[in-house]
């Protein structure tokens, strides 16, 4: 019995971390992959500043957006269509966001970056 309720804590505690994610590898991603491109403050760099992005857009949209930015454009995202007209540059494909958990630890340290 206790041991049962022992592996099941884990299981809880193990899939809550998996699906929060990781902010602080977040934050080692966004410096290697991301900070050439964005702020995490107030203005634009080569793209948008990425302040406040996790409250303007959905978890849903940031998962697809990260997978493939040139492809939500070509799906006709409406989003997706507006920020190619604000921005000269498009976002390139980045290897490292084709990783569910790689994306669950940048969106992590991006809701830090938000509260
Ligand atoms: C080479 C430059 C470049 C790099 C590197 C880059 N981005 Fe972008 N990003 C852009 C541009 C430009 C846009 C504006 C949309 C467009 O035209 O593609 C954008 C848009 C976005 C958006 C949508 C912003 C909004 O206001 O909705 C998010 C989110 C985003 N990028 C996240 C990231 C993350 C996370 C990384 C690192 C893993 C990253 N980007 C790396 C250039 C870049």
Request: net charge positive; aromatic share 4%; glycine share 8%.
């Amino acid at each position: 019995m206790k041991k049962a309720s022992l592996v099941l804590a884990v299981l809880i505690l193990s899939s809550g971390i998996a699906m929060a994610g990781d902010a602080r590898n977040g934050k080692k991603l966004f410096k290697r992959k991301c900070k050439s491109c964005h702020r995490l403050g107030e203005g634009t760099l080569v793209g948008p500043s990425l302040l406040g992005v996790t409250k303007r857009r959905s978890g849903e949209w940031l998962h697809k957006w990260l997978q493939d930015p040139k492809g939500m454009v070509k799906s006709g995202d409406s989003v997706a269509t507006e920020l190619k007209k604000l921005y000269k540059k498009q976002m390139p494909h980045i290897k490292a966001m084709d990783k569910k958990a790689n994306r669950e630890d940048i969106l992590a340290f991006l809701m830090e970056n938000d509260k």
